[in-house]
């Protein structure tokens, strides 16, 4: 069976869609289904923000179709890995596990590439678009330490 691995921010407009799309572009799909979504209702069922379509089309990424979904606790049945963008979604992440094994599969996506640091994604909404590459770098380089210890 697949390997499924979902990727979570706030809005599930910026980080979480450009870390689904660039985790997707190194997997195969018949072994890794990726997904995303945001801790709050704010955006669901829009597209991603034009900025991060922009940088993901820059690299060959298409997430133009993408549509944003709010996290629930049913998630933690339908995937493997769960990604957290920064430390505030992971608390609020860990607020909705109902036991232990919810709450083991959830990481802070950059202490895959800084291990035990506890970084944080930026959050790239009120800013420009140099924040949005800066996000695109620290995912793409998250993504391929991912990619490592899952195909071995
Ligand atoms: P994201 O960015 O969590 O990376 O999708 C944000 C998108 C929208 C808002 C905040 C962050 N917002 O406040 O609407």
């Known amino acids: 069976m697949a390997t499924k691995i979902l990727m979570v921010c706030l809005g599930n407009i910026c980080r979480s869609p450009l870390a689904e799309g660039i985790l997707q572009s190194k997997l195969d799909p018949t072994q890794f289904q990726i997904a995303s979504c945001g801790t709050s209702n704010y955006h669901i069922g829009k597209k991603p923000d034009q900025r991060s379509i922009n940088i993901a089309k820059h690299y060959n990424i298409d997430i133009s179709l993408q549509k944003a979904a709010q ?51 930026p959050d790239p909404y009120y800013g420009g678009d140099q924040g949005f590459e800066e996000v695109y770098q620290l995912l793409d380089e998250a993504c391929t330490h991912i990619v490592k210890k899952l195909v071995l």
């Open 71 to 121: 996290f629930t606790a049913q998630h933690f049945d339908r995937y493997n890995h769960i990604y957290a963008m920064d430390n505030e979604n992971y608390t609020n992440i860990i607020k909705l596990a109902r036991h232990q094994e919810d709450k083991n599969k959830v990481q802070l996506i950059l202490n895959e590439s800084h291990p035990q640091q506890n970084l944080d994604v």
